[in-house]
């Protein structure tokens, strides 16, 4: 497989894999007035051969671990297991994500949800693999800290007239936060250990797990919106446009992107989990400004809470500089 050893070739891994993941759920947003519990169904297929596409090709060639094919007829029963449960709890917490996104928009749901789960996925990653400078790391996500409570700021004032909402909005955030910052871990051991399987393999376990999770969990959530919206049903999941199913598998092939490469970073031997997935989720910079600058979802927010926003954005970018350059100060 290949695996990149060179910090330029890994920091560029790390930075694509940031866009993927602050910009799939554009592709949401391209589908108007469809159902995020029918976007979903898409979603899950996108991912799938996302996964089947980049182990075939960067997992098959390179002269580091085993082919992809390899790894997966050789992966012990605790390296599946561990993949799979990641993949299980991310899709819980995507599919919290993704209404919270329908409830609260990009420029919220991802800077408290991701931001969470920064917080706690590279905490307990880097009890598992303890890389970088933890005076940098650590000392950026008390920063990230910060802009998750000024993002929360900025939404509060922005619906004030719309309390119940917006508390529901927060709150569905928080959840996927805790939730999304759990999952990373899990794939993480299953790459160490005594039995490590390889990141492709990792990411193709982990989307089983997601495909498995998403046919009861999303059906719940068809039947029972938390939006407080009605039910929806799948047939009309097949009265869509197709250009709407086109977009549902792009967005889970954006993701699946950047999770590959993310895993691919994170077994670096300079870099470490717990940076991989830190300057990963400066995904939430770049949905942020997808949600501000071309969806204008702040557009007519009163000043206070641009002021806010502004400062969110100030913290989330001092807070990820910090944990970029904590591979260099080990």
Known sequence: MYQPEIYGIVLSFMIISMFCWGSWANTLKLCPKFRFQLYYWDYVIGLLLGACIWGLTLGSFGSTGQ??????????????????????????????????????????????????????????????????????????????????????????IREANKAAMSRRGIVISLIAGVLMGCFYPCVSAAMTGADPVGPYAAVLFLALGVLVCAIPFNWLLMRKPLDGGRATSIGEYFQAPVSFHFWGVLGGAIWCTGTVLNFVSSQAHIVGPAVSYSIGQGATMISACWGVFVWREFATAPSPSRIFLAWMFVLFLSGLTAVAVAPLFS
């Open 67 to 156: 082919r992809f094919l390899v790894d997966i007829a050789s992966a012990s029963s605790r390296t599946f297991l561990l993949a799979f449960m990641g993949g299980v709890v991310f899709n819980v917490a995507n599919l919290l994500l993704v209404a919270a996104i329908d409830i609260a928009g990009l420029a919220v749901a991802f800077p408290i949800g991701i931001g969470l789960a920064l917080v706690v996925g590279a905490v307990s990653s880097y009890l598992i693999t303890p890389k970088g400078n933890p005076l940098l790391l650590f000392g950026g996500i008390a920063l990230v800290v910060a802009a998750i409570a000024f993002d929360a700021i900025a939404y509060r």
